[in-house]
């Protein structure tokens, strides 16, 4: 495919002159690709967001069957970018074909996930109270409640997922899914990969029926286009994965607007493993291992990468850290995603070295490759008082780096447990034994995180029906949603009752006959039929 | 029950000097109503997030049941209050007795209501996706969803409904139903009822072996109070009913938070009503008399006041307008909820009867009464040119006032539709050859409210299963909820997933025995097994 470097509006591609343009960077070797891009300008986003309204009740005529096969119509367009697509996201991000592959199967199985649901079905929430002319004091009406598309979505794409997380990802899936057109700001660092996933996504909208403002796509490399893109007053919700910053700056701006809309921002998180005694002492080993492979994959750019190993001070502890050290140590030099995030790692890991009570093991950040992106992991240790004076402790440094944090006693481990800040995960190794004596800090990781996981580690979201990937703030700034798994699909979409209307005019998951057998809660009983 | 005058903090009654203190008007008479209550202050709000922090965890060891048990007690416990209840009631307010009887009925049931649906847990969202360590390429963990209480919830009484929609109403219900403890900002017009309400309360937290912290009643005149309560760092959530502009101030408070809360502000709407052309020909006597009694029912001071009657200029229209001329200019003087917003009604009279080509019947509001509250209902006329044209005409008049707005054209019509901002609902007469006619009027009505009725009035909210008492901004803060009904539950929960739990660690909604026999999803299948 040859890319065009142009914005993407409804079925035309469009460029304005906005400045010089920019282009992508080969964070491994240094080397900028082609072809240029253009920030989007303020009447690029004025036709994306017209072309938006125009097509929402068009989108609502289609119904959901429709909306199912055009989900499956981008999954299937996005294979058939082949390997193309993935070279590109390898050249544009650093990472490895091989786990591209991986997060492609990922972004294509979640498309059709969101189409088996939306057939599925009971995320309207579909409720049907049925009329009593005969009850007193007042006649009861007919009530029925049905939860529709909110309307324009504006969606951020991540820059750690290129596919995933990005202009296909789940964002995009979820907002399609309930009903609501979508305009995505591409993330500047893979505007190619972005490119290539829009022009499928614009393709499998004209195929599939469907009006072409369904979907449009922008390039940007400042943070007035994203901005333009919230400020708008056709902008129903926004969704983003990305710094606390940039998430921060975007629900300020949605709420200071004259009719505030919500903001959907995943901002990542520290993930604390918690390895209680008995754990530690009898597979300190296994432990120790996961811990590292969750640090360093990929690259620690996840957002559930765990940042701090939290434990009893013991000589199993020791014995942990010990184990860590030596695979720190030992890390091979990887490549993060850009320069200017290696750059944030470098003062982060310079910001906790400075604490005063923090030893450090690892290589120093001194050779940042031809690209300006190499790094190697960092393993840090401190002990909880030191964590809990210290603010430059607690903050999350994005990328390959982790905190041994060791309790002198349960109470202490509690205490740091109830002083962190709202999380992604939160996860406790212990046997059988510890989790009955520290059965509380169950009940204090739960008002913490969206997830909270026994003997495993954060990393690898599984993506389900019952899966919650978020949090409090500053997880996300939306605690009742989650922005990976079906129920992501519920941030979209707002209730309505219809009431005493005739048949005809109801929308068709709302009709007596529910033809399309969805799960429905009748006059208190929920039913298919 | 001889009225104490103190802010009720979980189990104490709390008096800190805070300048002079109020007492309550009686409306009616303008006779100040023994005894002086106080601002709460800093220190006592404080206090009462401290002890509802406190209760959180107790509350979730209560369980399901337990809660059921709390407001079904609560229910009682107002009933036993008796007639000396709404006598207060009416004193602070002017709502008769008899209306009061029905509005308690009201608060009662939907507080049995909500009873029933913790227990029913179908709102607790359960969804469990079983493991399977034989997936490739990698094992499938065991993840668990569950919707969990988000924590203390402040709740802000409203002036109209003293008993549903203050301190024992909706909000308070529903938070409570969801595990969460509430603080509860008493209006400052009804405080006697407030306290009634209160300590009814506070005893069945008492009776039913809840912590303290489960509920606590600050009373407070000034804007002071309720922001401290929305800036508390502890708050998770605020439910709101009344003005525009008080729910925008605590929704700036909310996001403006270093940790932003949801705040849920149902903040009135002006619930325009469709008379298509037949409807007018067929029933415009129904029509008409039906407007007379939702315009002033409650002195017009329900959300749900429609405030517009929009149809095609002809001479059914003029007779429908010579109907309502006759009805409003015989209509009777009623008492409002106290002289500040009668004070506001007649400005808002006098800011439409100003603008040019608005015409205007019923008698001018001279007399205020001996409380300075009463007044008579109002009727304007005017066509879609000049409403569209005139912001002074759009904004609501809080009250009981209406427009007539005739239209030339279908075209005028739905542009009219379009230019209305969020509301809580709408509604359309017409046959069905007019709905066939103007079919496109329901999906731009469904775009705009939160509620849309056929043939009916937007006053008397159905409390159910399927009521939606929400909307796009203005009418609400968030439309993705409802604060009528038992949805109303949602607001205040936010989901949890649990990975790889052990049987004994998981909440009882997401162990496999499921004894409660809750409907949860489980691999795929909605099930209560």
Redesign the interface.
């Known amino acids: 495919m040859e890319l065009h470097g142009k914005n993407i509006i409804g079925a035309a591609e469009s460029v304005e002159p906005a400045g010089d343009g920019f282009q992508a960077k080969n964070p491994a070797t240094g080397a900028s690709l082609e072809p240029t891009y253009h920030d989007a300008t303020q009447s690029e986003v004025d036709r994306a967001y017209g072309l938006a309204v125009a097509a929402?009740?068009e989108i609502?005529k289609l119904g959901r069957e429709a909306r199912a096969k055009l989900l499956d119509c981008i999954a299937e367009k996005l294979d058939a970018l082949g390997d193309e697509w993935l070279e590109r996201a390898e050249a544009e991000t650093g990472k490895p074909v091989g786990g591209l592959k991986?997060e492609r199967g990922r972004t294509t199985n979640q498309l059709r996930m969101f189409a088996a649901f939306v057939r599925e079905g009971?995320w309207t929430?579909a409720?049907?109270?049925h009329a009593d002319s005969e009850r007193k004091?007042?006649p009861?009406?007919d009530?029925?409640?049905l939860r529709?598309a909110?309307?324009p979505v504006a969606v951020f794409g991540a820059s750690n997922f290129p596919l995933a997380f990005s202009v296909p990802g789940g964002d995009t899936a979820s907002a399609l899914a309930s009903g609501c057109p979508v305009i995505v700001k591409a993330h500047p660092a893979h505007p190619g990969t972005s490119e290539m996933a829009g022009r499928a996504i614009a393709e499998a909208v004209a195929e599939c029926g469907f009006p072409e403002g369904t979907f449009s796509l922008l390039h940007g490399t400042g943070h007035e286009i994203g901005l333009a893109m919230v400020r708008h007053p056709e902008a129903r919700a926004v969704a983003f994965t990305g710094s606390l910053a940039g998430g921060r700056a975007l629900?300020?701006a949605a709420?200071?607007r004259p009719?505030?809309i919500?903001v959907f921002a995943e901002m990542g998180s520290t993930n604390p493993i918690f390895v209680l005694p008995r754990a530690a002492a009898e597979y300190g080993t296994a432990i120790a291992k996961g811990m590292r492979n969750s640090v360093t994959l990929g690259v620690g750019q996840f957002c559930t990468c765990p940042g701090f190993l939290v434990g009893m001070e013991s000589p199993e502890l020791d014995g942990l850290r010990g184990q860590l050290t030596e695979y720190f140590e030992g890390a091979a030099e990887q490549v993060m995603l850009h320069s200017g995030i290696r750059s944030n790692f470098a003062r982060g890991v310079e910001r906790v070295a400075g604490v005063e009570g923090v030893s450090r093991a690892g290589d120093d950040l001194t050779d940042a490759g031809p690209g300006g992106a190499t790094v190697t992991a960092v393993l840090f240790s401190t002990d909880a008082g030191t964590f809990m004076d210290s603010e430059e402790i607690r903050d999350e440094v994005f990328g390959p780096s982790t905190v041994v944090v060791g309790c002198g006693s349960r109470d202490e481990m509690f205490a740091m447990a109830s002083s962190f800040?709202?999380q992604l995960t939160a996860t406790i190794h212990g046997t059988?034994e510890d989790?009955e004596e520290y059965?509380d800090l169950?009940?204090i990781l739960?008002?913490k995180?969206?997830?909270?996981?026994?003997?495993?580690f954060p990393t690898?979201v599984?993506v389900?029906?019952?899966?919650?990937h978020?949090g409090?703030?500053?997880a996300t700034?939306?605690?009742?949603?989650?922005s990976v798994g079906t129920?992501a699909i519920e941030r979209f979409?707002?209730?309505?009752?219809?009431?005493?209307?005739?048949q005809s005019?109801l929308p068709l998951e709302l009709q007596d006959d529910n033809v399309t057998r969805i799960?429905r809660?009748v006059d208190?009983e929920?039913s298919t039929a």
């Open positions: 929402l009740p609502k991986f009971s929430g409720r049907i109270e004091p007042l009861k009406p009530t029925r409640m529709i909110v309307g629900f300020d709420a200071a009719s505030p919500p800040e709202g059988p989790l059965a169950v009940g739960e008002e995180a969206g997830r909270v996981i026994v003997g495993g690898g599984e389900g029906d019952a899966m919650v978020g409090p703030y500053p700034t939306d605690s009742r949603s989650t129920a979409v707002r209730p309505v009752c219809y009431q005493d209307f005739p005019l799960l809660l208190g929920w």
